[in-house]
């Protein structure tokens, strides 16, 4: 690994922190944050991001570049713990952390922890170049899930904004205000000033974009990368 994918990756320590938004540690969490512009007309779409053992966020934030403690678009509003053994990837994670060397068959190589795919899929996307609508955010987080093997695995991007919008803790009251308020404004505003006309291009809007990415997942796989 050169200084560079080093520098990207950070210091990957399996000793885990609690949760403490105030320094923005999420361990074990998926993180989500509100998008300018985008969120303020679709409030359900955001920015999100995956954390380390020890709760640093990395998240997918631009073309062959991985953010790394450095969240793109501010501090998470919500985030979702996933349990670490409904991935059946680590599920030696353990016996390791344990100081245990090999697993039930003596093989060495099935050893996987939680950091260990988040240092696969960071490596693996810091060469792909970012397009919101066929690699994103998303893409990246679902990526790690899938390679950590999490509930079965087999996510995608639809699926993941769908797990984290009806399972996901809001980080405080604040955090509620900051992702809903910008709606709460522009839309009545833009019914006010272009009523129908303005209702029927959000409509439009919304259609086409959830339409893409539902189809790009289920219906042509592969238009939107994982």
Known sequence: MDPEEQK???????QATQIDPKRARFPFCVVWSPLPVLSWLIPFIGHIGICREDGVILDFAGPNFICVDNFAFGSPTRYLKLD???CSAISFLASRRNGGEQNQNGSEE???TWDDALR???LEFQHRTYNLLTCNCHSFVANNLNRLGFNGSRWNVVSLAVLIL?????????????SYLPFLIVFPLGLALGGWTFLKFW?????FLVGWFVFGSYCFKGLVQL
């Open 120 to 122: 696969k899929s960071t």
């Open 84 to 86: 670490e053994q409904l």
């Open 8 to 14: 990207m990756i950070g210091d990957s320590s399996p």
């Open 203 to 207: 409509a439009m809007f919304v259609i």
């Open 166 to 178: 009806l399972k996901g803790r809001w980080v405080d009251r604040f955090s509620i205000v900051k």
């Open 110 to 112: 099935e050893l996987f």
